[in-house]
C-alpha cells in the first residue's frame, strides 16, 4: 500500500523567514482545500517584537473579508479584556492556528464550521514559523482547536485553563476560552461571569510579563 502523504504548507516557508516574507508566501498557500472557500489568507498580524503571541482558531466572516485576524466581534472581545488585563494592545501579536476561513452557508449567512485534524496539521507550518520569528515569551492559546492543536487532543481547556502548561514552542504557554465563546453565554450574567474569568485569565498573563521584564 503507497502511503498517504499529508500536504502541509512546510514546503512554502521560505529560509530566514520575516513576518514579511511569511506573510506574502502564505497569501499563495494551498496546501489544504480550505484556499478555496476562504476570500483570502488571513496571516497573523502584530510586531515581532510583541512579548505575548494569541492564537486562535480560525479567521471569522469579518476577518475573511478584511485580511486581518480579530477584527470582528471576538476581536473586540479580546481588546476590551486585554486592557482591563492591563496588557498593552501593542506587546501582542495575533493569529490562528487555521488562516483560511471555513464556513457553510446558512441563508444568507456564512457560518463557521471547525477546521479538521487535516486542514490543522496542513496549516500548523505558518504558525511554528510565526514563532520562531517573534519569540515570544508568552502563547496563549484560545480555546480547544487551538488548545488541543499545540497541546495534544487530551488536553481539556474546561480543567486546565489559566494555568501555565508545559510545551516546546514557548517558556509560558496558557490556554484559555475563545473570546466568541463569552459572545454566546445564555444570558448577561453568565457572559459578564465569563468575561471577568477571561480576564483573570489574562491577568496572570501580564504579572508573567512583568515579572520577566524585571528578571531582564
Ligand atoms: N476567531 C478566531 O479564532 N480568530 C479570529 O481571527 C477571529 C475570530
Ligand atoms: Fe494553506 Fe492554511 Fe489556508 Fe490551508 S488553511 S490553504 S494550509 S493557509
Not at 503507497?2 to 523567514?17: C, D, G, R, V, Y
Request: net charge positive.
Amino acid at each position: 500500500m503507497p502511503k498517504l502523504i499529508q500536504a502541509t504548507a512546510a514546503p512554502l516557508i521560505p529560509p530566514s523567514p520575516t513576518l514579511k516574507t511569511l506573510h506574502e508566501a502564505a497569501v499563495q498557500c494551498r496546501a489544504c482545500d480550505l484556499w478555496k472557500l476562504g476570500t483570502q489568507t488571513v496571516f497573523g498580524e502584530g510586531s515581532r517584537h510583541s512579548r505575548v503571541m494569541m492564537v486562535g482558531e480560525q479567521p471569522g466572516d469579518k476577518e475573511d473579508l478584511a485580511g486581518r485576524p480579530f477584527v470582528g466581534p471576538a476581536g473586540a472581545v479580546l481588546d476590551k479584556a486585554l486592557a482591563a488585563a492591563g496588557i498593552d494592545r501593542k506587546d501582542v501579536y495575533v493569529t490562528n492556528i487555521v488562516k483560511h476561513f471555513k464556513w457553510e452557508p446558512r441563508g444568507k449567512r456564512r457560518i463557521h464550521k471547525k477546521p479538521n485534524a487535516a486542514q490543522i496539521t496542513a496549516c500548523r507550518p505558518w504558525l511554528d514559523a510565526e514563532i520562531r520569528v517573534v519569540q515570544p515569551e508568552v502563547v496563549i492559546l484560545l480555546g480547544a482547536t487551538a488548545a488541543q492543536g499545540v497541546l495534544g487532543r487530551d488536553f481539556r481547556v474546561t480543567q486546565h485553563r489559566g494555568e501555565w502548561v508545559q510545551s516546546s514552542i514557548a517558556t509560558y504557554v496558557m490556554a484559555t476560552v475563545h473570546p466568541s465563546s463569552i459572545l454566546r453565554a445564555p444570558d448577561d450574567e453568565s457572559r459578564h461571569e465569563e468575561m471577568r474569568k477571561f480576564i483573570d485569565d489574562l491577568k496572570k498573563v501580564a504579572a508573567q510579563i512583568r515579572s520577566n521584564r524585571k528578571a531582564a
